[in-house]
């Protein structure tokens, strides 16, 4: 027989959720076997939607400009359609990402899955990593035969010509609804919602003096509902409800022609008119709202994306949380096989994973809900744009708000666990802040935008983006006024300098390697350090200001010296937008999918270093910072 | 003998001139014949800084994208480094394009040439035309023996292996400085400054302690001078003088070697160290300040780029003057070609770009000497900075600003003529405002920057860039509020509507071809109207607010309803940016290379009208607006 060929991972589908995750693994240097069932990518249709957060997440890591070059459409507003005695009349507007999100990038990305998945396939090659089609998993079982290598792996060919068994640390299903490993597994779907439905969709070209047909547009009519969503290529994307399981005649199986639901499509929009020039893609499918009870039994299996949840398209998630679930899963993965973190972190991806998706689903009934009592008045829209905590927000605001923020991606909200720090975290010391005392960061959410000016070349920078997603931890050194802090800089890099410190226990073990000209870890694939000063950039003199441990990470020092109109009377933007002082600083650790781990003050002596080693320890599963480490 | 075939035009040279102007003329549809005599597009080295306004035209032609998915430095910032007692110490730095500037990319892009070539040669492929190469011109004369074809062009391969003789309506040189076309017109070159220089060149990745490696740095020291800019992929560009025709022992044909150099930095940069891990490209070359008497003789054959202008390549200006020389002449050949201007419009080539290349050895003179005088105050580069007018300003100040300007491209001021409006233009109208009189544009300068949302999709985008270099003017119809102007684009719409008025007398000929979907150019290249009201987006009825003439632009569209730092007391910033008043409105006629032609107020009645009919009747040499335009 044959030696087996080991892999880090095999990854089953190669749809938003396994290309996400291939491309995060690839790149950090791991042994990928990746097949999928299809003998090409996506050709036309299917998911589209871009959200804010997953822009943020694709620019950090180069592809966005790639994403861009399609000309995708823009969704900014989303009209609101109601019947009235002439047909359909518009009875308002609302912003996708209303100001009081603060992101670069206040509009959805429409763009088909195919393009995207083409992105991510010429990233993946890259670094030595194809997807071979048209393949398929026959069987797996995690028999621990190999230590090293726990899950045994059969694949085949789809028609069945040739098979191949290989073993893996990991397997992953991103095979979509239908997961032959979930199913394997016997992980139930369970249906939040009891109701079913048949949607129709088609993308195609139209003629038609109907106003916002470049709108993302929600229509109700006497006739019919219909949501309009633009596209690229001059396209538009229309998604109607041919039958629910809650009509009388209600059949899973029912269907519509292109014809049909175009002529149903013509009944609603009246008085306007519309035709197609062309029919680029056309389909029929039933969906229900399900979540999987589990997304791994062993933490070497695991499942994502839609193999977890299914929902209405009518959200635009689907994709979205595809990659969010791939990133939390692809770092904690990493960091395991590093020697960062005990194997138990590994139980998080479900635990913040699964919480997303039921507050996806839970979402996606509110969203029709909330329009469906009633549309709300242009005072209301105007005040929940507003960025003030007022305390007369009405209950309409409030969820308005809210489903703006999940829509965008920035909802998103981890409980506090080992990496994100709360009140009953195990390490506790008096220097950690919390939310709304001592910072405006929230642990388990992202980082918030600020732009900064880079000190070695004058650019001007987003400070959010400028650590690639290389799979370490980001600690932001807050660093106040340098004439205020210098001690406390000083204390800080002494403290971290021990050889048993979060900062140091972790240092490349090949030291001997040439790494002058290594902008992110030239000390340790641990973690990425960036120092922002309250100074003017030519005022910042990285030498003589910055003790050599930071200055080591040169091209990651900044000065706070860009006005921002969020604190339009702050002299340090930066550190008043992440609510710290701009005198004293702080620092904020971010996990590397870019959620903040934890925030500490920045004071002289050993207390914020100790506070560190304290949460680090925590997430290492290390005694850090004792006389010597206990690795 | 075989036909020869024509051409509309011969390009000789696929250095930046000749590639602007193939690729603009190629996606307008022109058949052209471009030869080059190397055999393959720029490897290393030559020119790399694009200017904050080359950078606006890159974008405006879909190319930005391109050439910033290389990642290139941009500067920022300039160091200046003068001799101390330890060796050197930075005296100051100043911005590339301070705030004073309003731009889009206050900054200095730096890609190597060869990859700027590259995004030509790709474009102009997508239109059918390909460079060939290694070819070059052998003979040409404009004998007019077809008149149509009037220009005779003899090509042969480098190596003499083949030749080929080609007829064509134009010829243009970009042959760089050693241009045949050139001298064998016996069109001479004036050396405005009579000293020549001998400079070293030297792309490299290095290793070094001196703090500004990665700014643009001047250094004066004891040791010599030499300039610092950095490079793409890690890169460091230095340039040192090798010798200067003002130098006792002068001699043209003064060489160094790559070590001689370094060790020429080494010294210079004491007391910092500096080594290289690599060298990608070094050269000697001598270079003088000269320009062209004539850059055409017949308005058939054209001279552009180094082939007229030659000058030391510390003000980074060689290619950006280059890409405006060609678009200058390409809108211009274009026009002529259509039916739009007559051919006199081409003498405006030599007169406009000329003049740019006088400014342009004068700017290279000063800028040497405005530093050797003596290192400007913090105080004064402060004052440089601010945008207020204040009597105070000193000669200094004043020198500063007007340098910036012309660094970044926006300097560039063309003289009124026929198409640049001014006192003396024989298109005179109480209606036509001027500079400071009803407008803050100045005509023969660019159009200023606006922030605006698009009505039909919310989109917010960036006005100036909304119409692509499609070759057409660029009708502006700055509505004011719908309320009070409704009557005024009423009756501008009447009165374009007859069939005499420049906006209806170049109309598609074929006119029942389809153009539902044409969004900048649906009833004529002339011209692409933007329409942009005082009013919130969501209050925009294009079909109800807008007669169906500017209707009929519906995607150019636009509501000035986004608020702008730099004028924070506006309702309507676009409006107040560009100086007209936010109620009334006004229209702006720019060029289709993006310079202002006239400023028209908007008004009730056919004045407004005749107002643009004057001014087009001048531009395009036909009598417009009249009860039949004489064509």
């Known amino acids: 027989m044959a030696t087996t060929e080991n892999f880090d991972i095999v990854i089953v589908g190669a749809g938003p959720v396994g290309l996400m995750l291939s491309t995060c693994l690839a790149r950090w240097g791991y042994k990928i076997k990746h097949i999928d069932n299809r003998a090409e990518p996506t050709a036309t249709g299917r998911a589209d939607g871009i959200q804010p957060r997953s822009l943020d997440l694709l620019r950090n890591m180069g592809l966005k400009r790639k994403i861009m070059a399609h000309d995708p459409a823009k ?299 009633r549309i709300p008045s242009a005072g209301e829209v105007a005040g929940a744009s507003n960025t003030s905590h007022s305390a007369e927000e009405n209950e309409f605001v409030k969820t308005f708000k809210a489903s703006c923020e999940f829509t965008s991606g920035y909802g998103v909200a981890y409980n506090p666990n080992t990496i994100n720090w709360g009140p009953s975290h195990p390490a506790q010391h008096p220097l950690i802040v919390s939310y709304q005392k001592g910072t405006s960061l929230r642990t388990g959410r992202t980082f918030h935008p600020a732009t900064v000016t880079r000190a070695v070349d004058a650019n001007v920078v987003h400070l959010e983006q400028q650590i690639p997603l290389n799979g370490s931890y980001r600690v932001y050194i807050f660093g106040g006024l340098p004439s205020k802090t210098s001690r406390a800089l000083h204390d800080l890099s002494t403290h971290l300098s021990n050889p048993s410190s979060f900062y140091s226990v972790f240092t490349h073990r090949d030291n001997d390697k040439d790494r002058y000209h290594e902008r992110h870890n030239p000390h340790t694939t641990f973690l990425t350090v960036c120092t922002i000063l309250n100074a003017p950039r030519a005022q910042i003199d990285i030498d003589a200001m910055l003790p050599a441990v930071f200055a080591r990470y040169r091209d990651h020092v900044y000065a706070d010296d860009v006005w921002d109109q969020r604190v339009p009377d702050a002299k340090a933007s930066a550190h008043a937008k992440m609510g710290l002082d701009e005198d004293a600083g702080g620092v904020v650790v971010v996990r590397p999918d870019g959620y903040v781990g934890v925030v500490v003050r920045l004071e002289e002596g050993k207390g914020t270093t100790e506070a560190l080693n304290g949460y680090f320890s925590v997430v290492t599963g290390k005694r850090l910072g004792e006389e010597r480490a206990i690795l």
């Open 75 to 373: 969704v900014y507003e989303v009209a609101f359609w109601d019947p009235n005695s002439k047909g359909i009349h518009r009875t308002g507007t609302w912003a996708s990402c209303p100001k009081f999100i603060d992101t670069r990038y206040p509009f959805t990305t429409l763009l088909h899955q195919g393009l995207i998945e083409r992105v991510f396939i010429e990233d993946i090659e890259k670094y030595g990593t194809s997807v071979q089609r048209p393949w398929t998993i026959t069987a797996f079982k995690n028999d621990g035969a190999d230590a090293q290598y726990p899950v045994k792996v059969d694949l085949a060919h789809v028609d069945g010509t040739a098979s191949e068994t290989v073993r893996a640390k990991y397997l992953f299903s991103g095979e979509g609804a239908r997961s032959f490993v979930r199913d394997h597994l016997g992980i139930k779907i369970r249906y939040k919602d009891p109701i079913s439905h048949v949607w129709g969709v088609m993308d195609g070209v139209v003629r038609t003096n109907f106003p916002d047909i470049k709108m993302k547009c929600t229509i109700h009519s006497d006739a019919g509902s219909i949501m309009v969503i633009p596209r690229e290529n001059n396209m538009v994307r229309l998604y109607i409800q041919v039958a629910s399981s809650s009509d009388k005649d209600w059949n899973p199986r029912k269907t519509a022609t292109a014809e049909e639901v175009q002529q149903h499509a013509k009944e609603i929009l009246r008085p306007y008119t519309i035709s197609w020039d062309r029919v680029e893609w056309f389909s029929v499918y039933p969906i229900g709202q399900g979540i999987a009870e589990q997304y791994t039994l062993d933490e070497r299996v695991f499942l994502g994306g839609d193999a977890c949840h299914t929902h209405s398209p009518k959200a635009g998630q689907g994709m979205n949380t595809a990659f969010l679930d791939a990133v939390n899963l692809a770092w904690k993965i990493h960091h395991v096989e590093s020697g960062f973190a005990p194997r138990s972190i590994l139980s998080t991806y479900e635990s913040e994973r699964k919480l997303i998706a039921e507050s996806l689903l839970d979402f996606d009934a509110r969203y029709a809900k909330l329009f469906s009592a």
